[in-house]
């Protein structure tokens, strides 16, 4: 007689307790956090006020969707988002394949984990500490780089005021903050690589970098297509924390991104209509994107996410 489907849920349940309860904490956070605030997303739809709550407040359709893509503010938004994710992308992705590809080929184990340590540590700043480390290091008047600048009799550069430095000084410093960190899943999958490949390869002859080349890379491709297609599905998310607190006058007109834009609509001027639709409209084109690619990447005979 064939078990049911939920005696069978309930074994596996009572054989691997203690996987699910480490597991129920993240659990929690993903019900709480992401699933139960999709049922607000219907005040993207509505007029939506505090007094009559989502029940008792006006439909307006797709008003709010309208205002926004109509606005003279789309464009720079649009703008500014994807050029700091494209730079991100090209930049900064392939910043922890480099990195792991590098630590995997040190044979000191002291060495090693001395160095992995150093570069995980950004991570664990706040972006808080880090704004407040670039001000000390790049302020036109108070920056130690401008002041060696100054000592050995060059210009003063405006690192944190000109928009031309803004894109590339947010890139850089999500490169420094992140990069060590990202290795983690790359590491993992290097050391699932069969060792008798890499001797075969010594007797055939090949160095360090021919076995880079045709063995690990390889072997982590498919590790590097699931990131890159998770990584699109961020591509409307630029830290708004980071953006935010590098912003200034000087370099608003290239600092200004869907996340700041919401938060000023929403938070400051009390819009959550406006700002929960602009927040659907992100979350759409990252679905877009994330299946888009995931199709293209399955065409290309890849696994893909799903």
Do not use: C
């Not at 410093?173 to 010594?202: R, S």
């Not at 699931?226 to 600092?255: C, H, K, P, T």
């Not at 869907?258 to 959550?272: A, I, L, M, S």
């Amino acid at each position: 007689m064939r078990s049911s489907p939920s005696r069978k849920l309930f074994a596996d349940l009572a054989r691997d307790k203690y996987l699910y309860l480490l597991a129920l904490p993240g659990i929690v956070y993903f019900l709480v956090f992401k699933y139960l605030p999709v049922g607000g997303l219907v005040i993207a739809f509505q007029e939506y006020s505090p007094y009559f709550g989502i029940w008792g407040s006006e439909w307006v359709g797709f008003e709010h969707f309208q205002r926004f893509f109509s606005n003279d503010d789309f464009v720079l938004l649009m703008r500014n988002t994807l050029m700091i994710s494209l730079m991100n992308l090209v930049f900064f992705f392939p910043l922890p394949i480099v990195l792991s590809l590098m630590l995997n080929e040190l044979r000191g184990l002291v060495f090693k984990r001395f160095v992995q340590t150093v570069v995980y540590i950004p991570h664990f700043l706040s972006w808080v500490l880090i704004s407040g480390l670039t001000y000390l290091m790049l302020s036109q008047s108070e920056g130690l780089v401008n002041k060696l600048l100054a000592e050995f009799g060059h210009d003063r550069i405006g690192f944190l005021t000109d928009p031309d430095l803004f894109w590339g000084l947010l890139t850089a410093q999500v490169m420094w903050k992140e990069a060590g960190w990202g290795t983690i899943i790359f590491l993992a999958a290097i050391a699932g690589v069969d060792p008798q490949l890499y001797e075969a390869a010594v007797v055939d002859g090949a160095g360090r970098f021919r076995k880079m080349w045709h063995i690990t890379l390889p072997a982590i491709r498919n590790v590097i297509v699931i990131l890159f297609i998770l990584r699109l599905g961020s591509v409307m998310d630029v830290g708004f924390e980071q953006v935010y607190l590098m912003m200034n006058g000087a370099v608003s007109d290239v600092a200004e991104v869907f996340d700041t834009y919401v938060f000023r609509n929403g938070v400051k001027q009390g819009e959550f209509s406006y700002s929960t639709a602009i927040g659907l409209f992100k979350s759409v084109v990252g679905i877009v994107l994330v299946v888009a690619a995931n199709k293209l990447a399955k065409k290309f005979g890849e696994e893909g996410v799903y």
